[in-house]
């Protein structure tokens, strides 16, 4: 059962189920940012008090990053194992014969989206979890003021906006192709199901892509 996971396909599976995970991890995470648009910060504080306490998010967190390393290192693995064997990319054509310019430049994307995803980490989760927060209380509740060091960036530095709004297109270009790409090698892969799971990863990646562009946009424009 395990000489699966050491073969091409295996490994193909594995970088799927953990694509599949990561763009669950999305909806949740967009769910959470989006509540930066609403009243004064206050509904933001407490979305990032409750995920920053509660056990369970605590738990699933390193399982998260497992996942974040599995998918960026069998990617690398099976990318610059099929361009040694052919000159082109790994899952470069649709089942319909429809080559892309996301399917054809994955790996590219996603080391634009890594670059981004480490800056975006030593600016946010790296000092929310071990860097010296302002407070706030709320009915008597202490809670890292989150939304100062959130807001502040966007407004301060648009540059950081700007940044983060290529991020946002660029995310959704690469899940317009990975969430069909994903689904498919895990099985649902017929004829019928190909065709809905395109039109369902294209609903996705709008939804993933706008979604993360309307913070800084908000902030550009209204802050």
Do not use: C
């Not at 194992?81 to 089942?95: A, C, D, M």
């Not at 009915?139 to 960036?153: E, K």
């Amino acid at each position: 059962m395990m000489g699966i996971f050491s073969s091409s396909i295996g490994k193909k599976l594995i970088m799927s189920i953990t694509g599949i995970f990561l763009m669950i991890f999305l909806l949740v995470h967009l769910s959470v940012n989006l509540t930066l648009l609403v009243g004064d910060g206050e509904t933001f504080n407490h979305a990032a008090h409750f995920m920053g306490t509660n056990p369970l998010v605590k738990i699933i967190e390193p399982i998260l990053a497992a996942g974040f390393i599995l998918h960026i290192f069998f990617a690398t693995y099976i990318t610059l194992k099929n361009r040694g064997t052919r000159p082109v990319g790994y899952t470069q054509t649709s089942r319909n014969g429809v080559s892309t310019w996301p399917s054809k430049n994955m790996y590219i994307l996603g080391g634009l989206i890594l670059l981004f995803l480490v800056i975006h980490l030593s600016n946010f989760f790296w000092k929310m979890r071990y860097g010296e927060m302002p407070t706030i209380t709320y009915n008597g509740l202490v809670m890292d003021d989150a939304y100062s060091l959130v807001a502040d960036l966007f407004i301060k530095y648009w540059w950081y906006d700007l940044l983060y709004l290529a991020a946002a297109v660029l995310l959704g270009l690469h899940l317009s192709h990975g969430f069909w790409a994903a689904f498919q090698t895990v099985g649902w892969n017929g004829t019928k199901w190909l065709k809905r799971l395109e039109v369902i990863a294209y609903i996705y990646a709008v939804i993933i892509g706008i979604g993360f562009s309307v913070i800084p946009l908000y902030f550009l424009i209204f802050k």
